[in-house]
């Protein structure tokens, strides 16, 4: 069964802006490498969940637990992320905010306006949910992100995600010496 969307892009803008803003927090003050190089590695995280794009080239329908927006839009998807993490670099730390950073993104697509909503409980469940309120336009795909929807999405995300952008790339303040 094929389904046809008005489109089902996500709140792109607003991943990448969450995922600056883990990296400053994780980071913390640091030399602009090291902060950039989180920022980035953290941006890549919120992102993840969106691989599951995948499915449509591989024709593996909408719907279906792994299809887009499925499997890797759940809470057990970002925990398995998180013990990833660990895993790899034994930073208890790093695997919180790398669990996070990926539950995140379904969580945010769950407040666009558009798609089939998120299986945010697979395995145990695969129901696709939205919240109650979706303030979020969905964005077009493809080429249908150079329409006026696709800069109204646009608009509409740095509105409403800039005050992170600009808190993970603020300059910090000096620290004042002790009286």
Same mark, same amino acid.
């Given at each position: @069964? ?8 996500? !709140? *792109? /803008?607003?991943? =990448? ?7 400053? !927090? ?11 190089? *989180? @920022?980035?590695? /953290? *941006? ?21 637990? /792994? ?9 057990? /998807? ?5 013990? *990833? ?14 669990? %996070?950073?990926? !539950? ?17 409980? %697979? ?8 919240? #109650?309120?979706?303030? =979020?336009?969905?964005? #077009?795909?493809?080429?249908? @992100? ?19 952008? =600009? ?13």
């Amino acid at each position: @069964m094929l389904v046809t969307l008005k489109g089902d892009g996500t !709140a *792109s /803008f607003g991943h =990448i802006a969450v995922g600056l803003a883990a990296g400053r !927090a994780f980071t913390g003050v640091a030399e602009r490498k090291r902060l950039l190089l *989180s @920022m980035a590695g /953290f *941006s890549v995280l919120s992102l993840l969940p969106d691989a599951d794009v995948i499915a449509f080239v591989l024709r593996i329908p909408y719907a279906d637990p /792994f299809g887009h927006r499925g499997a890797t839009h759940s809470i057990a /998807f970002a925990l398995l992320c998180g013990l *990833s993490a660990f895993a790899l670099r034994r930073d208890s730390r790093l695997a919180v905010f790398t669990g %996070f950073v990926v !539950a995140t993104h379904p969580l945010l697509d769950m407040l666009t306006d558009g798609g089939l909503g998120c299986a945010l409980f %697979f395995p145990f469940s695969n129901a696709r949910l939205f919240w #109650p309120v979706q303030p =979020i336009p969905v964005a #077009p795909i493809g080429a249908g @992100m150079l329409s006026a929807r696709g800069l109204f999405v646009v608009v509409t995300e740095l509105v409403l995600f800039s005050p992170l952008v =600009i808190w993970a790339f603020r300059r910090p303040r000096p620290e004042k010496p002790p009286n």
